[in-house]
Each structure stands twice: as C-alpha cells, then as structure tokens.
C-alpha cells in the first residue's frame, strides 16, 4: 500500500441513536466533491475501511467508488491508533486504501503517521493523503500529500 486516503463522513442529520444518523444532502455532496478531487489527483480506491456508522456507509456510497468496502466497528469512535491497527489490516499489495470514519480519530491518526503535518480541520467530508512507507503502518511511516475539503 503506498497511499493512504482518509475522509471524514459527510455531514450528518441529528438522529439517536448516533450510530444511525445519515447524511444530508450537503453530505452527500460533500462526498461527491471529495472524490471527484481524488479522482483528479489520478487516485481511485482499491480499497475501503468504513466505520460501520450509517453516516459513514452512506459517505462511502455517496463517493461511487466500486472498490470493495469493509464496514467495522473497530473505526466508529476510536482513537487514532485504533486507525493505524485497522490499516494494518489490510494486504500490503493495495495502491490507494480508502478510510471513511470520524473525528477526532482520523486527524489523530494524521499527526501520528506525519508527527511534522500541519493539522487539518477535517470538516465534514474532509479528504487528507498520505504517503506511507513500505512495512507496518506506525507512527512517523507517513508523509501529508495533500488535503482537501469540500
């Protein structure tokens, strides 16, 4: 795996329990608009992690990307390291791997990949890349590409 895409879910509709709140239609939007600039950067998934959150899901769905997705738990409310743990999951022969989940996970997961990355908002919809080193997904294994946010 050489580049890492992550994007936090479009913006959600208040709804309880959290798990189930779906996006809006700016969500939607915002997910289109995002990978619409992956695909500018000549960058399409082979791959996606989701959190299994619906917000997350219809994010992922919203984006038409026709890579094989994963939705788990293990990204719905975790920590940035919990991140790292799920993207060492995935076979190392992936080019572009995908992950749609949440704040304050994904911006963690950033500064611990690129401790010297200037930290990004992560606003809904937010797409951040990164170079990874070859080898396990660890802190200080990532170099900040680019950001993008609808």
């Known amino acids: 795996m ?3 895409a992550l994007m936090r879910h479009g913006e959600a509709a208040m ?4 798990g189930a709140r779906p996006i809006t239609p700016t969500g939607h ?6 990978a619409n600039w992956l695909r500018g950067q000549g960058l399409v998934p082979d791959q996606a992690l989701v959190s299994a959150a619906r917000r997350t899901v219809e994010t992922f769905r919203a984006t038409g990307f026709a890579c094989a997705m994963s939705a788990t738990e293990a990204l719905y409310e975790c920590r ?8 060492n999951g995935v076979p190392g022969d992936i080019a572009v ?5 949440h704040f304050p996970g994904l911006p963690e ?3 611990l990949l690129d401790p010297t990355a200037e930290p990004t908002g992560f606003e809904p919809g937010t797409v951040v890349l990164l170079d990874l080193d070859d080898g396990p997904v660890t802190p200080g294994s990532g170099r900040l590409r680019g950001a993008f946010t609808p």
């Open 2 to 4: 050489t580049v890492l």
């Open 15 to 18: 709804s309880v329990p959290d």
């Open 29 to 34: 939007d915002q997910a289109l608009h995002s």
């Open 80 to 87: 940035g390291q919990d991140v790292l743990d799920e993207v």
């Open 97 to 101: 791997l995908l992950v749609v989940g």
């Open 109 to 111: 997961a950033v500064s």
